[in-house]
């Protein structure tokens, strides 16, 4: 049974309705949340989600304008690195400095690019390893459970955070909050940098990485990002990476990475906030990254 959304409970504003942010829309539908997508075009249609269960549930989402959005607390933007900034600027007439904002998305980039346009809001920023698909505009299957890993960018004040971090953590459990994201935002990175783009290249799932052929370029790829993690002040082994990665490669065997799927479709990639972050950092330290340069190419010349 949904619980009645509470009094003085925040309002949480979700910027489209892709993947994960469809499944993040659902998690509210079932904890009694208050929410609503922003989306492009005003449309209340009823939406199939199947849960990891196989359980599917019908419901229609709270929907509004993203020119024209219901008041709100929270804004998540669950979405492509590089649409964060145009989302934010659709928003900047409404968007006011107690407005909380949550980034979850693929990459690294964009906290700076936010911090810019909107210094004085209270920015969190987080990774998720669920895995979600949507076979069409109104068809959501919720792929597999992960992980969620949260931070505040900055120094806020105890009750905000007693009041907000229970509300996310409820919506992609188990949720881990860290002093410092970034440690976490990097790891996840790594694992971005090796199978988004491999798997785009050579038109692959997930899990045929795991075959002995790609295990130089694995190897490869992790040791340039724990350069760049190690003189940024992260302790981590590029083997630490290796494993991370070929976890990851296990765990999701039967998908395709977002890459991949952005090259099918004729999507722009986020390879410039992936692997062309940690080129952009590596050129900062004057460090050598040569096989984050060629996989940058490589997507480049496709797209």
């Not at 003189?231 to 290796?242: D, F, I, K, Q």
């Not at 062309?276 to 004057?286: C, D, P, Q, R, T």
Request: hydrophobic content about 40%; some cysteine; glycine content about 6%.
């Amino acid at each position: 049974m949904l619980n009645k959304p509470r009094p003085n409970f925040p309002k949480i504003a979700i910027v489209g309705k892709g993947a994960i942010g469809g499944l993040i829309g659902f998690k509210c539908h079932q904890l009694g949340y208050e929410y609503q997508h922003l989306i492009k075009i005003l449309q209340q249609q009823s939406c199939t989600v199947t849960d990891i269960h196989g359980v599917s549930h019908s419901l229609t989402p709270e929907t509004s304008a993203i020119t024209k959005p219901d008041q709100f607390d929270l804004l998540i933007l669950p979405v492509k690195a590089y649409q964060v900034l145009p989302a934010l600027e659709q928003l900047q007439s409404v968007i006011q400095p107690k407005h909380i904002i949550v980034l979850l998305h693929n990459g690294m980039g964009t906290i700076e690019q936010v911090r810019e346009r909107l210094p004085n809001n209270p920015l969190i920023a987080a990774t998720t390893s669920y895995g979600a698909f949507k076979s069409d505009a109104n068809t959501l299957i919720e792929t597999g459970l992960g992980q969620t890993h949260m931070g505040w960018l900055d120094n806020v004040d105890a009750a905000l955070k007693q009041a907000i971090e229970p509300i996310l953590s409820a919506l992609l459990p188990p949720s881990n909050w860290h002093l410092d994201i970034n440690l976490a935002l990097w790891k996840k990175l790594a694992i971005n940098a090796v199978i988004n783009p491999l798997t785009a290249i050579h038109n692959i799932k997930n899990g045929e990485l795991a075959d002995s052929k790609y295990k130089a370029s694995i190897s490869n790829i992790c040791d340039e990002v724990a350069k760049v993690m190690n003189a940024l002040g992260y302790s981590v082994t590029s083997a630490e990476l290796v494993e991370n990665v070929q976890q990851v490669i296990t765990a999701t065997a039967d998908n395709y990475s977002s890459m991949h799927q952005d090259l099918k479709f004729n999507r722009q990639t986020e390879i410039a906030f992936i692997n062309g972050y940690v080129i952009s950092k590596a050129a900062e330290l004057n460090i050598e990254v040569p096989h984050n340069q060629r996989l940058v190419e490589q997507i480049t010349q496709v797209e």
